[in-house]
């Protein structure tokens, strides 16, 4: 079965820092990745996809996240954190028909 | 309005009560989902289901029954509450023909069973 590991519960950054949020998967085929963000009291919204196009790809509020095969990962960033940017992140890959297995997810914290 | 309804946003309940939880959405979406957060351990899926006549059970189907009365509301019901159901729990839909994976969630319906 297809699985995602999401390293790190917690990660604290400076404001204007990097972020990485950091997603390792596992599948036996090409698989579709996703990361979601989840602000606190609401339900999760898509942040960005992959779907076997572009190995970059470029999601909302300036994250983005690379594709790499050799690697098994789906690492999240963005260049300069913001203060709304604090949420809890979650990376997803499809089993097939919109059926999404979820890792256990990394909450984001930045501090002025 | 949301296009994801959950209906309570918050219950408090005892041991062995029946609880269902509600779903309505607007979206116009065919699949429906139910999924349980706990912390540490993500989402977890329950029961999904692709049509009105279409009901799967996802990983931890266990003590939780479902019903798609119409193709825009998907109830969740726990028969007999326990504690280790205590959890906050999504409702989600996604389009047949849309983006494989973009899920659109509602709010939450965070459970209490004591």
């Known amino acids: 079965a297809q699985s995602v590991t999401q390293l790190g519960s917690h990660v604290s950054v400076s404001e204007g820092a990097l972020v990485l949020l950091r997603c390792n998967y596992s599948?036996?085929?090409?698989?579709?990745l996703f990361w979601y963000v989840q602000y606190p009291n609401q339900g999760l919204q898509l942040l960005l996809k992959?779907?076997?196009?572009?190995?970059l790809v470029k999601g909302i509020n300036g994250f983005e996240a690379e594709f790499k095969k050799s690697e098994t990962s789906f690492h999240l960033t963005k260049p300069s954190a913001h203060m709304r940017d604090a949420a809890e992140y979650f990376c997803?890959?499809?089993?097939?028909?919109?059926?999404?297995?979820f890792g256990t997810g990394t909450r984001l914290l930045v501090s002025p | 309005d949301a296009d994801v309804t959950q209906t309570p946003r918050n219950r408090i309940t005892k041991t062995g009560k029946r609880i269902m939880l509600e779903c309505s959405q607007t979206?116009?979406?065919?699949?429906m989902y139910w999924y349980r957060q706990d912390p540490g351990l993500g989402l977890r899926l329950i029961y999904y289901?692709?049509?009105?006549?279409?009901?799967n059970k996802g990983e931890i189907s266990d003590g939780y029954s479902v019903s798609r009365q119409a193709q825009a509301k998907f109830s969740l019901s726990l028969e007999s509450a326990i504690p280790n159901q205590t959890a906050l729990y999504f409702c989600?839909?996604?389009?047949?023909?849309?983006?494989?994976?973009?899920?659109?969630f509602g709010e939450g319906s965070r459970l209490t069973v004591l």
């Open positions: 989600a839909t996604s389009d047949l023909q849309g983006v494989a994976g973009e899920l659109f």
């Open positions: 599948s036996s085929v090409p698989p579709y």
């Open positions: 992959y779907t076997s196009a572009a190995t």
């Open positions: 997803a890959v499809s089993e097939g028909f919109q059926k999404l297995v």
């Open positions: 979206k116009g979406h065919d699949r």
């Open positions: 289901s692709f049509d009105v006549k279409d009901i």
